[in-house]
């Protein structure tokens, strides 16, 4: 049979309305596959249909999967599905349809003898360990009118997932948090809810202005960081392995950006 | 705080100056976790706490630095031997404001900096002053500043028992340092501090704990005391104890104080003290990795002291770690048969951790795994494969015999691609190594 190529937008909604068109062919699954951004290298004897995202079926799917999964198992497949790897969009297709299927259901991330589970899982926790490093790494820098305002560069999309942490930790504060590699801000406006902005080149962070207080305060902190190393021990190694250098540029105390 | 409380230091010193001073005096303590408490934001205030911790930046010793950890004042009337604050030392005495302190932790804080703060101290005038300072301080950034993120207070030992009782409930965790294993030891290196005095404190905490946790289950709404629990930490290497003395004492701490934390601290000789040792080869790091891996086969793997050491054995192989160390001394239990045996037994397998165990008991539900399954799962198998069967065969054909595996296990260490030590820059575990045909012997 002829293999089909559903191609999607690198995003949630993208994969999520590219599951629901792939259930709508009613074709079975064997030769329908998902694939995130445009094919550079066609296949003869294969179909290829684009898929444009749209709301109203990714919220069908979004429904479906936290009623038959459970919202355990859904997290692990947005984790995956925020991943920096195009197989993505493949692996939680595949994954999806193999949990309803088999019947393993809300327990279909521990069937980790299913090359497609194994595959969403390690992308997953490649998202959840970037993302629990950026709630670590993350720098606020204080800008003129008392907002906090922090640059990261993550591979992976992890901005939704760390923005519900500082909305409580810092819930009386007004900040944001930009994501340079998809130019994509966090907003946080204080005790309101947070909410994505897609910035595009309209705004450039380079040009804002930071509060009279901000400097003291970063000076003081790389002081603190610096007499808090014990020189007998010095390590840079382990340093460098705990805390890698591409977080190591976004963070004052190693004086950097 | 009235005039009474002032503090002898020069008022002068600016906030930077303190820092640096405060934040030296107080980098030997270890304990630096964030962890066991899990608290969401009231909308009052600033801060939560997370269950795992966090750890904001890793400082150049490659430590993590989790909480603005400083000592309100390094003035101190005690002269323990192996303390660079001690009062016989020459060194530049500094003391905070409760203010100073509140206002670095919330700054350091809402920039993300940091989890929490870490406030210990040196004794001014005596414990009870001592511990009255620290708690205005805490009481303050929890009230006038709504501090909500991670407490961690030094109970100071002598101070009042009501003293403890309020610090327990502004903190989320509370510590006594052991110092010494034994209270020999304690006598000579501390002659101001007992043994005693120690204990006391820390069963006051405990038995605080127990009670909060009882009342919490009659009134919700109640505080907490210490939700996170209590730590200690001791200092290794400075007297000769062995591996079995120090583990002995922390299994009795966690199993009659019901610690969450031992600390170990590798002995480094701040003070050049003549009767203190010099430790040529800087301070024994490796000795201290080692305890804390046993450590946490005694936490989390269900292991005994007992098993691990004896009195005839009483110092850990250098060579390999603990937990293989055990293994092939007890080469009878293996290979075990990864789709069959219990979580327990999977626990024992080097290689094998607590996150890959339970992976292993959840998929194999769905049929039998295979070893690239278990690659998958995150199970070494360089380590494991001698150890494990899937479906009845093993990887290789490897001997199940002690000198042999341990002889390869090795041998991948001395070809850097086996056990992975966190220091290995200068050299010096590989000289270590080479001792190693000898032990066995």
């Not at chain 2, 060194?91 to 809402?110: H, K, Q």
């Not at chain 2, 450590?295 to 005839?312: P, Q």
């Given at each position: 049979m002829e293999e089909k190529y559903l191609i999607c937008e690198d995003s949630l909604e993208g994969i999520f309305t590219g599951i629901y068109e792939a259930y709508a062919l009613r074709e079975g699954h064997a030769h329908v596959h998902i694939q995130i951004g445009e094919e550079d290298n066609y296949r003869l004897f294969a179909t290829y249909l684009h898929i444009l995202p749209d709301p109203v079926k990714t919220g069908k799917v979004a429904q479906t999967l936290l009623k038959r999964l459970g919202e355990s198992a859904y997290h692990w497949l947005c984790r995956a599905a925020a991943s920096c790897y195009l197989d993505k969009g493949e692996a939680v297709y595949k994954a999806v349809v193999d949990a309803i299927t088999d019947g393993s259901g809300g327990r279909v991330m521990e069937n980790l003898r299913n090359s497609y589970v194994q595959r969403t899982f390690e992308l997953a926790r490649y998202t959840a360990n970037e993302a629990h490093f950026e709630t670590e790494f993350i720098r606020f820098q204080e800008l003129e009118q008392g907002i906090l305002f922090s640059r990261i560069g993550p591979r992976n999309n992890v901005i939704p997932f760390i923005m519900p942490h500082f909305a409580d930790r810092l819930c009386p504060e007004n900040f944001m948090i930009y994501d340079e590699n998809r130019e994509l801000f966090g907003v946080h406006p204080a005790k309101q809810e947070w909410y994505l902005v897609s910035a595009q080149g309209t705004v450039k962070p380079e040009q804002f202005q930071y509060s009279e207080k901000e400097e003291a305060y970063q000076e003081l902190f790389k002081a603190f960081h610096e007499t808090i190393g014990i020189k007998e021990r010095e390590n840079r190694r382990l340093q460098r392995q705990m805390c890698a250098y591409r977080y190591q540029d976004y963070m004052v105390e190693f004086n950097k950006k | 705080?009235?005039?009474?409380?002032?503090?002898?230091?020069?008022?002068?010193?600016?906030?930077?100056?303190?820092?640096?001073?405060?934040?030296?005096?107080?980098?030997?303590?270890?304990?630096?976790?964030?962890?066991?408490?899990?608290?969401?934001?009231?909308?009052?205030?600033?801060?939560?706490?997370?269950?795992?911790?966090?750890?904001?930046?890793?400082?150049?010793?490659?430590?993590?630095?989790?909480?603005?950890?400083?000592?309100?004042?390094?003035?101190?009337?005690?002269?323990?031997?192996?303390?660079?604050?001690?009062?016989?030392?020459?060194?530049?005495?500094?003391?905070?404001?409760?203010?100073?302190?509140?206002?670095?932790?919330?700054?350091?804080?809402?920039?993300?900096?940091?989890?929490?703060?870490?406030?210990?101290?040196?004794?001014?005038?005596?414990?009870?002053?001592?511990?009255?300072?620290?708690?205005?301080?805490?009481?303050?950034?929890?009230?006038?500043?709504?501090?909500?993120?991670?407490?961690?207070?030094?109970?100071?030992?002598?101070?009042?028992?009501?003293?403890?009782?309020?610090?327990?409930?502004?903190?989320?965790?509370?510590?006594?340092?052991?110092?010494?294993?034994?209270?020999?030891?304690?006598?000579?290196?501390?002659?101001?501090?007992?043994?005693?005095?120690?204990?006391?404190?820390?069963?006051?905490?405990?038995?605080?704990?127990?009670?909060?946790?009882?009342?919490?289950?009659?009134?919700?709404?109640?505080?907490?005391?210490?939700?996170?629990?209590?730590?200690?930490?001791?200092?290794?290497?400075?007297?000769?104890?062995?591996?079995?003395?120090?583990?002995?004492?922390?299994?009795?701490?966690?199993?009659?104080?019901?610690?969450?934390?031992?600390?170990?601290?590798?002995?480094?000789?701040?003070?050049?003290?003549?009767?203190?040792?010099?430790?040529?080869?800087?301070?024994?790091?490796?000795?201290?990795?080692?305890?804390?891996?046993?450590?946490?086969?005694?936490?989390?793997?269900?292991?005994?002291?007992?098993?691990?050491?004896?009195?005839?054995?009483?110092?850990?192989?250098?060579?390999?770690?603990?937990?293989?160390?055990?293994?092939?001394?007890?080469?009878?239990?293996?290979?075990?048969?990864?789709?069959?045996?219990?979580?327990?037994?999977?626990?024992?397998?080097?290689g094998v951790g607590v996150k890959s165990a339970r992976r292993i008991v959840s998929a194999r539900r769905f049929g039998s795994l295979t070893f690239e399954d278990l690659k998958k799962i995150g199970v070494v198998l360089k380590r494991a494969l001698y150890f494990i069967t899937c479906n009845g065969r093993m990887m290789y054909p490897t001997k199940i015999e002690e000198n042999y595996i341990v002889r390869n296990l090795t041998y991948q260490n001395q070809m850097g691609r086996g056990e992975k030590l966190p220091f290995m820059a200068d050299g010096t575990i590989y000289q270590q190594m080479s001792l190693f045909p000898q032990m066995i012997s």
């Open positions: - | 705080m009235d005039k009474g409380m002032e503090v002898r230091i020069s008022p002068q010193m600016s906030v930077m100056d303190k820092l640096k001073i405060l934040g030296e005096a107080a980098k030997y303590d270890v304990s630096c976790s964030s962890s066991g408490s899990s608290r969401k934001n009231d909308g009052q205030g600033i801060g939560n706490t997370v269950a795992a911790g966090l750890c904001h930046s890793f400082a150049a010793d490659g430590r993590c630095v989790s909480l603005l950890k400083i000592l309100f004042t390094n003035e101190c009337i005690y002269d323990c031997r192996y303390c660079i604050n001690r009062c016989s030392n020459d060194v530049p005495r500094a003391s905070f404001t409760p203010d100073e302190v509140c206002e670095l932790t919330m700054e350091f804080y809402r920039r993300n900096y940091i989890e929490g703060l870490f406030l210990s101290s040196g004794i001014l005038y005596s414990p009870n002053y001592t511990m009255e300072l620290i708690c205005e301080t805490v009481h303050k950034l929890r009230t006038v500043h709504r501090f909500q993120g991670y407490i961690h207070i030094k109970a100071i030992p002598g101070a009042d028992p009501l003293l403890i009782q309020r610090a327990g409930y502004l903190a989320d965790r509370m510590s006594v340092n052991l110092e010494m294993a034994t209270a020999e030891g304690l006598r000579a290196m501390a002659p101001n501090k007992h043994r005693k005095n120690i204990l006391k404190p820390m069963r006051q905490i405990q038995n605080g704990i127990v009670e909060n946790k009882n009342e919490l289950t009659l009134y919700r709404h109640a505080p907490h005391f210490c939700e996170a629990g209590q730590s200690t930490q001791m200092v290794i290497g400075a007297l000769p104890e062995s591996d079995y003395q120090i583990m002995s004492v922390a299994e009795n701490l966690y199993d009659k104080f019901s610690l969450k934390r031992v600390y170990y601290s590798a002995f480094v000789n701040v003070n050049e003290d003549k009767e203190l040792p010099a430790l040529a080869g800087g301070p024994p790091l490796l000795r201290e990795h080692r305890l804390y891996q046993a450590d946490w086969l005694l936490r989390f793997y269900d292991f005994k002291v007992d098993e691990l050491l004896t009195a005839e054995r009483p110092n850990f192989n250098t060579a390999i770690d603990p937990k293989a160390d055990w293994a092939v001394r007890h080469l009878e239990l293996f290979p075990v048969e990864i789709n069959r045996a219990d979580y327990r037994l999977l626990l024992r397998i080097p």
